[in-house]
């Protein structure tokens, strides 16, 4: 009988350990920052298009880079990215300090951070099944997943706090200092290279491999998306972390809106009372996850997270006509300041566990659909597989964000959020009694079988029946 993997065991794997403490600092980093520019760039401008117009500038270097990043990554020693990367971002991180009155040029060094970003983001996701075996990589993933969340956790609950206390370039020089802090750490890395690289590129990078890189890249990614295509599985994990960022984007366009103009709070006040418990819930997931579930089926997991982010999303759009009801027609308007809002706690302590339940539910979708790719693609063109899908996540993402800004100034935010709850209740709904909904013969086998051949067996349907009667 096979020992059962622990998360000592993992973290005892000092190739694991250095990859995971750079992780840690440069997402820490990385999470104050965005915290920091969706809310100055809100208060500079006081538009939702302009916080679109940023996220923009966050999601497009994917479609630009994305696919060519991959071919680097699976090609390249990823020690030597996750160094020069680390050494770049602090030094983007103290440039913020000089031009942090100008929205374009902000727009323009967030497009470079992010560039980086698609080189360190597949660079790191791409190591782990390398550095850790086979057994031991779903905890490592939730171990990743973890601290990925608890960083985010902590750069959005202090983000606020410092903003307003210190002041926006405490956080870059504070970036900037984790940064150097993860470059000098990275030396300890062991080098990460694909068995099949030297084959086809040398030992080292050189100019014309880098035009050979260029020139491999569409073809590179014609196989990609034909490898992704003939493999649902795979597909259906891209779709719903696809599915995942483009929920993240609208709401980083909509909450500084939301907070301060439905429920007349400080954007920065929301680190107390939605940031930290969505946090907190990350981090429980990552953990309840990677120990509880590792072994069940994944759509056991996904689906009921599905659905209850679903159901936070409405409850949050419902909220004004929720207080109404409540008889409380005059809350947002005595909502002024932070403490006001802790004495209704029918509403505050709604909102802080609804953030936390769906830092649990996002968790739960994110680890198993992650796991899923990393289980179903080779050591060789992993890398790609994960820089795709940064392009088709910044694809889906892109339009959405931009509609959500100019929507919401029309409509308003909470219409938007309670649409974007009945969207994601629905396809839960769809994915978990897939036969309420699709005669067996409107699906392909495959899709079927995919989704679980027992929904239309008719033994299954009459006990349904027999039991509800």
């Not at 080189?119 to 997943?145: C, D, R, Y």
Request: hydrophobic share 55%; with cysteine.
């Amino acid at each position: 009988m096979s020992e059962k993997p622990t998360y000592l065991a993992v973290i005892s794997n000092r190739g694991f350990r250095s990859l995971w403490i750079n992780q840690i600092l440069v997402q820490l980093a990385y999470n104050t920052l965005n915290f920091a520019l969706i809310v100055w760039v809100f208060k500079l401008i006081d538009s939702n298009l302009a916080v679109s117009a940023l996220m923009l500038s966050i999601y497009l270097p994917a479609i630009l880079f994305g696919i060519f990043a991959g071919v680097f990554v699976d090609v390249t020693d990823r020690k030597k990215i996750i160094i020069l990367i680390d050494l770049l971002l602090a030094v983007s991180f103290v440039l913020f300090i000089f031009i942090k009155g100008s929205f374009l040029l902000i727009l323009i060094n967030t497009f470079f951070i992010n560039t980086l970003a698609q080189f360190f983001m597949p660079s790191e996701s791409s190591s782990i099944p390398m550095l850790v075996g086979k057994k031991q990589l779903f905890l490592a993933n939730s171990l990743f997943s973890l601290t990925l969340y608890a960083s985010f956790m902590l750069g959005y609950s202090v983000g606020g706090p410092i903003l307003n206390i210190f002041g926006i370039n405490t956080i870059f020089f504070l970036g900037a200092g984790m940064l150097a802090i993860a470059f000098l750490l990275a030396q300890n890395l062991p080098s990460i290279v694909a068995s099949s690289v030297e084959k086809k590129f040398g030992k080292n990078i050189t100019w014309s491999n880098l035009q050979k890189m260029v020139k491999v890249t569409k073809e590179e990614a014609s196989e990609t998306f034909r490898f992704i295509r003939g493999r649902l599985n795979i597909a259906t994990a891209i779709a719903l972390l696809s599915g995942i960022q483009g929920v993240v984007g609208i709401l980083a366009v909509l909450m500084p809106s939301y907070l301060e103009r439905v429920l007349r709070i400080h954007a920065t006040d929301s680190s107390y009372f939605v940031m930290l418990p969505l946090g907190l819930g990350m981090v429980s997931g990552s953990l309840i996850v990677g120990r509880l579930f590792y072994n069940r089926p994944k759509r056991q997991v996904v689906i009921p997270a599905i659905l209850g982010a679903g159901i936070i999303f409405l409850l949050i759009g419902a909220a004004p006509l929720i207080a109404r009801i409540a008889q409380s027609p005059e809350l947002p308007l005595h909502l002024t300041r932070l403490r006001y809002f802790f004495k209704v706690p029918s509403i505050s302590f709604w909102f802080a566990a609804g953030a936390y339940l769906l830092g649990l539910f996002t968790v739960s979708v994110i680890v198993p659909c992650q796991t899923v790719l990393q289980e179903n693609t080779h050591e060789k063109n992993r890398g790609k597989i994960f820089a795709v899908l940064g392009v088709i996540m910044t694809s889906v993402a892109a339009l959405p964000v931009v509609l959500a800004g100019g929507l919401s100034d029309v409509f308003g935010t909470a219409p938007i959020l309670f649409t974007l709850g009945v969207l994601v209740v629905a396809l839960g709904l769809i994915a978990r009694y897939p036969d309420f909904f699709f005669q067996e013969t409107h699906l392909p086998k495959r899709v079927r079988e995919f989704l679980g051949f027992g929904h239309w067996e008719k033994g299954s349907k009459l006990l349904l029946r027999k039991n509800v009667s």
